[in-house]
């Protein structure tokens, strides 16, 4: 099996997790950010915080705390994890969905296909021609992803409806996935979004790195004894270790207009972003998705909307790094 052209634009080297958006339709004619039917904008991964790192976390000065972390309903901490690190054991993670779309419009949302893909040792993506296999039933049972169905809720109502969809997963240990042959697969994850009322359906899949945890030394002995045995050579494992960098991920820390404000029809919209400038060297992309109406410029950190008409009215964007990092917001207005 080859990889098709437009799933191989998704793994570029500066793509990662940040290309997974599958926006309908292209041409001039189409506005990318007007929301039809369900949109699938951000996909997620998290780890549960451990002891020692909340502990750490407790002590550190103001300003340099692990970012991306949250407690969620079940009363744990958990952090936004990417790449997805793996250990001489398996890991459990999660993997949380957004599911934007207009007011009213509700989701039934199911996980598919999981396809693997050759990385040469070394290498930092995908390259046209490299082989890839879809795991098979026995092999996608390994991984898991179950719905957590605790975890997973409904956000926001008014003008959009926003939901977080969270599944459980699990990535085996280093043992397991040498037998692939494969240090470092990147892995692809089949989703599809379908309203019950008909609208538009959203298809599209998320695609993730498997490294062993960078600062795992134990592990990375392993994969390197492993290796050695499955014809790797010393130099490329040492190159892939550099390459397993942990990633801080960009929190957007607000968003203008806030819910319920009116400015009357044309606005100026935009968020906050802290952590790193967001125009600094291009690191990160932004997209905007609105209910109705018009963007100046649906890809900047602050841009006008002319929302065209009366009543509620809903905004939401999403910012990704180049590394896989992903956070949201999102607010509605009442034009008058």
Excluded at 78 to 84: G, L
Excluded at 192 to 221: L, Q, S
Aim: overall charge positive; proline content about 4%; glycine content about 10%.
């Amino acid at each position: 099996m080859k990889i098709s052209a437009q799933r191989f634009r998704a793994f570029a080297p500066a793509m990662t997790v940040a290309a997974l958006v599958s926006l309908a339709g292209c041409g001039d004619r189409v506005q990318l950010y007007e929301l039809e039917g369900v949109r699938i904008p951000v996909a997620q991964f998290f780890l549960e915080q451990t002891a020692a790192a909340a502990a750490a976390d407790a002590s550190a000065a103001a300003g340099k705390k692990q970012v991306g972390c949250a407690k969620w309903a079940d009363g744990k901490t958990y952090c936004q994890q990417y790449p997805v690190y793996t250990g001489i054991d398996a890991r459990k993670f999660k993997l949380r969905f957004v599911a934007v779309s207009p007011e009213g419009q509700a989701t039934d949302f199911s996980v598919s296909r999981l396809t693997r893909f050759a990385l040469a040792p070394g290498a930092a993506a995908v390259r046209a021609g490299d082989a890839a296999e879809v795991l098979t039933d026995a092999q996608f049972k390994k991984w898991g992803f179950k719905k957590d169905a605790f975890n997973s809720k409904v956000v926001g109502t008014k003008a959009l409806r926003v939901e977080e969809i969270v599944y459980d997963f699990t990535v085996p240990g280093l043992g397991e996935l040498l037998k692939e042959r494969n240090p470092s697969p990147i892995l692809a994850l089949d989703y599809t979004a379908t309203p019950k009322d008909g609208a538009r359906i959203e298809e599209g899949f998320v695609t993730f790195f498997v490294y062993p945890d960078p600062a795992d030394d134990a592990a990375w002995t392993t994969l390197g004894n492993l290796g050695a045995q499955a014809g790797f050579k010393a130099e490329d494992l040492a190159t892939l270790r550099k390459t397993a960098k942990r990633n801080t991920p960009p929190v957007a820390t607000g968003i203008t207009p806030k819910a319920g404000e009116s400015s009357g029809k044309k606005l100026d919209i935009e968020f906050s972003l802290a952590g790193s400038d967001f125009d600094e060297g291009a690191k990160s992309r932004v997209q905007w998705f609105t209910t109705r109406g018009k963007l100046g410029n649906q890809r900047a950190r602050k841009t006008s909307w002319d929302t065209e008409g009366e009543g509620p009215a809903g905004a939401f964007v999403v910012v990704r790094d180049l590394q896989g990092g992903q956070d949201y917001k999102f607010t509605h207005v009442e034009i008058e």
